[in-house]
């Protein structure tokens, strides 16, 4: 009867702890449920229309023939023009990406190991940019980078010019301004990362004797490359997603995949082919996300 009894007992706990799960289970469920849906409406549906867009076809005057066919996809992998886009694209998320991580690192490595009551504050300072918009923050470049903005001006009345620095229209002022813009990203990110440093391994590398110059490059850069590596993403796919900074400070001279997709799609009114480029920068987007990952695998590996 004993050993019946807590055979019995041990049956009651086990069918208790398995409903207990499924509760658990089923609560998680409902948590995530909310945002399963939020992200289907709001991102896969409108892609998978994307997609769709993409195979059909454009007749003549913008009109929009409704078939399969992936003419938008030879037509701009087989114009040279596209290629350059892309690459002026990638370019501009390279340049924008190391610009933003060597200007934004000694920043955040300053923000996370200080120990100063105005922490906060200089936190706070340091990602404040944000809290204005970026197209007031693009009319405000191009007034400095202008031919006749403030630098240009500057440089003008001390006699150090005769002639107006080539600074707002092209690829260059474009940069400038993007990677001001998207500083405060790369610092947020790179202050995540490096809060994850261990203080003590920089003390111990000190005691046995190396320099400070030698435990930064042996210790504190090393653990810092997984925030640094997300800082870069985070700048590189806003930058080569862009669209008001090229288009105002570009001037028409800077050809991204972003204002292509705009002009394709309201000005000829290729829908298909503003689809279809559409598509080929969201591999771009994937085939970068691929590569941080393996990165972070290997360094944090």
Known sequence: MTATHTNTELISVGMKSNRARNRSRLSAYGLVLPGVIGLFASFLVPLFVMIRMSLNENGSGGQLIETFTLASYRKALADPFYWEVVGNTLMLGLVCGLAAVVLSYPIALFLTRTTSRWKGVLIALAIAPLLTSAVARTFGWMAILGDQGVINAALMNTGLLSSPLRLSNNFLG??????????????????????????SLEEAAGSLGASKLKVFLRVTLPLSLPGVFTGFLLVFVLAVSSFVTPKLLGGGRVFI??????????????????SALSVILLVVFGAIVAVYQRLIKRFEG
């Open 257 to 274: 995949l972003a204002t292509e997709v705009y002009s394709e799609a309201t000005q000829t009114l290729n829908w298909p082919l503003a």
């Open 174 to 199: 474009t940069s400038i301004a993007l990677v001001e813009i998207l500083m405060p990203y790369a610092i947020l990110a790179m202050i995540s990362g490096f809060g994850r440093i261990n203080s």
